[in-house]
């Protein structure tokens, strides 16, 4: 017989979303244990980007700056905490296609919203590596958190305090009671799913409508191409240093898989192929689905029936600035019944 552990939270998925949970839970002094399996890879393969600019419109992400405001000391509490770089500051150019574009730059500018990212002075492009006969529109105060080596020491971390099991979490052998719910030795008062797009196998909320995405990157090696922003065409092209770039990403809505395509590697070589004219060798090709909603707005809050049992997903493709506003705000709502916004709360649906 194994011995009984009582927490205050089983956490179900360590990715983003779970890490910002148990981030609250540490925060608050709550116990609990985490379930992991590497079936998703979302947060492990993201680009990383924080950006409150939607780069097609040149218009405010949803909520955007707030939670950037939010999310920068989050992640660096964790660089202490994890002892280790995490977030690297660095601007987006976006490239222009069109006068057209480069007016509706202008435009975005005296978005008073947006002045503290958005540079008014068209920039322009002197790498002959580069096509961009429109020149550039630099977004300032941008930059990446590198996520797969946040969740390579925050797995370390928790593997160190015994707090994660590498294991299926399986949904069948989940007691629950008004007041507590049980998983074979272990009781909790709660339990926060957080599995990304493993959510479609979760019988308590499978039938919320996530509209997953597939995306596919791959790295490459270019000594030619000297760039030290992040280029945003068709693709975006981010320097990772020593001549290493990330290119990305594609959208897929109908494969569910993990796995790297020839069709994805394909597409993506095509867009390159018209943004930059030097050569170059592909060095790594990833894939990962994000766990997009129908309408586009995070998934959080209970089960209907079952209180004790919350969700935190649907952070889309901007899985980076969400997560640490989402946690919280989950957190609140389940330990002091603070109410959750109806925008984002499942019973929207
Ligand atoms: C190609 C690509 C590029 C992206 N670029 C960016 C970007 O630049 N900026 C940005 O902000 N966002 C980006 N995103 C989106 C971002 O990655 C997601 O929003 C975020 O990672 C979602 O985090 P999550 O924790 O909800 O899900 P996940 O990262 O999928 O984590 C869920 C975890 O739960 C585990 N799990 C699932 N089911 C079970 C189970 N039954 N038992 C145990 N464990 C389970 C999974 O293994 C996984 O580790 C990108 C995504 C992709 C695919």
């Given at each position: 017989m194994h011995k009984i552990m009582t927490v205050d939270y089983i956490v179900v998925g360590l990715g983003l979303a779970g890490i910002a949970f148990i981030e609250q839970l540490e925060k608050n002094n709550k116990s609990y244990v985490v379930f992991e399996n590497h079936s998703q890879n979302s947060s492990k393969v993201a680009?990383?980007?924080?950006?409150?600019?939607?780069?097609?419109?040149?218009?405010?992400?949803w909520n955007g700056i707030k939670q950037i405001e939010i999310a920068l000391p989050f992640y660096k509490t964790l660089e202490k905490k994890l002892n280790c770089n995490l977030i690297e500051y660095v601007n987006i150019y976006r490239n222009f296609k069109s006068i057209e574009e480069q007016n509706n730059w202008f435009i975005a500018c005296d978005n008073?919203?947006?002045?503290?990212?958005?540079?008014?002075?068209?920039?322009?492009?002197?790498?002959?590596?580069?096509?961009?006969?429109?020149?550039?529109?630099?977004?300032?105060?941008?930059?990446?958190?590198?996520?797969?080596?946040l969740i390579e020491n925050y797995t370390s971390l928790?593997?160190?305090?015994?707090?994660?099991?590498?294991?299926?979490?399986?949904?069948?052998?989940?007691?629950?009671?008004?007041?507590?719910?049980?998983?074979?030795?272990?009781?909790?008062?709660?339990?926060?799913?957080?599995?990304?797009?493993?959510?479609?196998?979760?019988?308590?909320?499978?039938?919320?409508?996530?509209?997953?995405?597939?995306g596919e990157l791959i790295e490459i090696y270019a000594p030619d191409l000297k760039i030290d922003f992040l280029l945003k065409s068709a693709i975006f092209i981010m320097p990772l240093g020593n001549?290493?770039?990330?290119?990305?990403?594609?959208?897929?809505?109908?494969?569910?898989?993990?796995?790297?395509?020839?069709?994805?590697?394909?597409?993506?070589?095509?867009?390159?192929?018209?943004?930059?004219?030097?050569?170059?060798?592909?060095?790594?090709?990833?894939?990962?689905?994000r766990p997009?909603?129908?309408?586009?707005r995070p998934l959080i809050g209970v089960h209907k029936t079952h209180e004790n049992i919350a969700i935190l997903n649907g952070l889309g493709t901007r899985g980076v600035m969400l997560a640490p506003t989402l946690a919280s705000i989950l957190f609140q709502h389940l330990e002091n019944n603070q109410p959750i916004d109806s925008e984002i709360n499942i019973n929207r649906f």
């Open positions: 680009g990383g980007m924080f950006n409150p600019v939607i780069l097609k419109r040149f218009t405010p992400v008073p919203i947006l002045s503290k990212y958005l540079d008014a002075t068209i920039i322009t492009n002197h790498n002959k590596h580069i096509i961009a006969p429109f020149g550039y529109g630099k977004v300032k105060n941008t930059g990446k958190i590198y996520t797969k080596k928790l593997l160190k305090k015994e707090k994660l099991k590498y294991e299926t979490f399986n949904y069948n052998k989940l007691q629950i009671t008004a007041s507590s719910i049980s998983y074979e030795n272990i009781n909790a008062k709660k339990i926060v799913f957080a599995e990304g797009y493993g959510m479609i196998n979760n019988p308590f909320f499978k039938n919320l409508p996530l509209k997953e995405a597939k001549d290493y770039y990330k290119i990305g990403a594609t959208f897929n809505w109908k494969d569910k898989t993990n796995q790297p395509t020839k069709e994805g590697k394909q597409e993506l070589i095509e867009k390159l192929n018209k943004t930059i004219t030097c050569s170059y060798k592909i060095t790594n090709h990833m894939a990962g689905i997009t909603v129908k309408d586009r």
